[in-house]
């Protein structure tokens, strides 16, 4: 059996990639070791980039009917929900300048839905591993499945196939993965009305993260350390709660939702990941086998498509399927998306500790950035425009002495109004 292209992993990033790639008239198949797809809190910000993609593909409108949220404003706040630092998305410019908050779920639907004609997904496939040419070049896949074990070949394979990717490891591509020393504990809750906006608060215990979901739902996202709920019995439970709500007085009119969804939680670890190349001949990296990023910074999901949508616009550029032609264009890939990538990391990474630090002078630190960025409208601008992908500008060393209060910024000027957003 024979594909244009096989990818591997069925998340919004496999999904994107088939939808991208299809779109250029290629034969795409998807596979995906889960016989239905998993429910998990993941990939729920859709940033405004993000929205411009789902727009061209078409599947923006779809998104919207499924109740998605649409957010203008992501903000920091203390315990007592006083603002520390404001990002307004209506100054971003350009056309798209709203987060929209959907379920995960819904987004691989309306990404799996209606795809071209010459795509196709397969559930219950375990791949086994690459097929290899003589000289090293990735040649397709080796599957298990119902129907036995086949071989799948492929002028193009890409991994999209998880943090831990099998296919990554298999081509020898070596990755740095560093645990955050805490985690996150997930709750997704029913019945209340919150903000239209994407909260973080900064708590002595560190972040906690509120945002709306359709069907008058809403996430909280608290930080835990690794055995904070090692064993707890379900009067631990329910005192761990009052003790979140005690020390978050913002979050107390959520407080009934919350006790009685206390058994819906999702533990989630925390990990900063970076593959030290995304490429090799005839395979491409996707989405988290190649990086993952703090949850706080909203990013992972948003780069998964950026990388789609990069790897689909190179491969039509290269005039072909035959390996030099992807060669060029798995090279332009990883050319256009490393150092986009790489400021993505940073930029989540230095979100995350100004919130999650908890002790020290991280912590003290990270409450000066906030405070010297809040009142510098010019690292306001750019803050935006880096976080929503709109207008992407990295810090500068001189800028990062503003917001450590060892510069004074002459030049801090309001951002220009961007008018009306037409998405």
Not at 17 to 40: E, K, W
Not at 343 to 362: D, K, W
Request: net charge positive; hydrophobic share 45%.
């Amino acid at each position: 059996m024979s594909a244009d292209v096989v990818v591997v992993g069925a998340g919004a990033g496999g999904l994107a990639a088939a939808r991208a790639l299809g779109a250029r008239g290629l034969r795409v198949l998807v596979l995906d070791r889960q016989r239905t797809p998993a429910s998990i809190a993941k990939g729920e910000i859709l940033q405004p980039e993000t929205v411009r993609i789902l727009d061209g593909w078409g599947v923006l409108d779809a998104l919207r009917a499924t109740g998605a949220c649409p957010v203008d404003r992501l903000a920091i706040r203390d315990p007592q929900g006083r603002p520390l630092l404001a990002l307004d998305y209506g100054t971003l410019p350009g056309g798209y300048r709203q987060i929209l908050c959907a379920d995960y779920g819904d987004l691989r639907a309306v990404l799996a839905d209606g795809l071209p004609a010459g795509v196709e997904i397969r559930w219950g496939q375990r791949v086994t591993g690459p097929l290899r040419a003589a000289d090293g070049r990735v040649t397709g896949v080796r599957v298990t499945g119902d129907d036995g074990e086949q071989e799948i070949r492929a002028a193009l394979v890409v991994a999209a196939d998880g943090m831990s990717s099998p296919l990554r490891k298999a081509v020898g591509i070596d990755v740095e993965r560093r645990e955050y020393p805490h985690g996150l504990v997930a709750f997704d809750v029913p019945g209340v009305q919150v903000a239209d906006e994407v909260s973080a608060y900064r708590t002595e215990r560190g972040l906690c993260l509120v945002y709306p979901l359709p069907g008058g739902r809403c996430r909280v996202y608290v930080q835990v350390t690794p055995d904070e709920f090692r064993g707890r019995s379900a009067a631990d439970l329910a005192d761990w709660c009052d003790r979140l709500l005690a020390g978050v007085p913002a979050i107390r009119p959520l407080g009934a939702a919350l006790r009685a969804n206390l058994h819906r939680r999702q533990l989630l670890a925390v990990y900063r990941l970076r593959a030290a190349r995304l490429t090799v001949p005839g395979l491409a990296l996707l989405g988290e086998a190649a990086h993952a990023v703090h949850p706080m910074a909203a990013q992972g999901v948003n780069s998964s498509l950026a990388d789609a949508e990069t790897l689909a616009a190179g491969l039509a550029a290269g005039g072909g399927l035959d390996d030099a032609a992807v060669d060029r264009a798995l090279r332009d890939f990883d050319a256009a998306r490393r150092p986009q990538l790489d400021h993505v990391a940073t930029v989540s990474h230095n979100a995350a500790r100004m919130i999650t630090s908890v002790s020290g002078l991280p912590r003290l630190l990270g409450a000066r950035m906030m405070r010297r960025t809040a009142a510098n409208p010019r690292l306001l601008g750019l803050t935006a425009g880096n976080l929503s992908g709109t207008n992407v500008r990295p810090l500068s060393l001189v800028d990062r002495m503003y917001q450590l209060g060892l510069l004074t910024d002459r030049h801090a000027q309001p951002p220009v109004s961007a008018g009306p957003a037409t998405k």
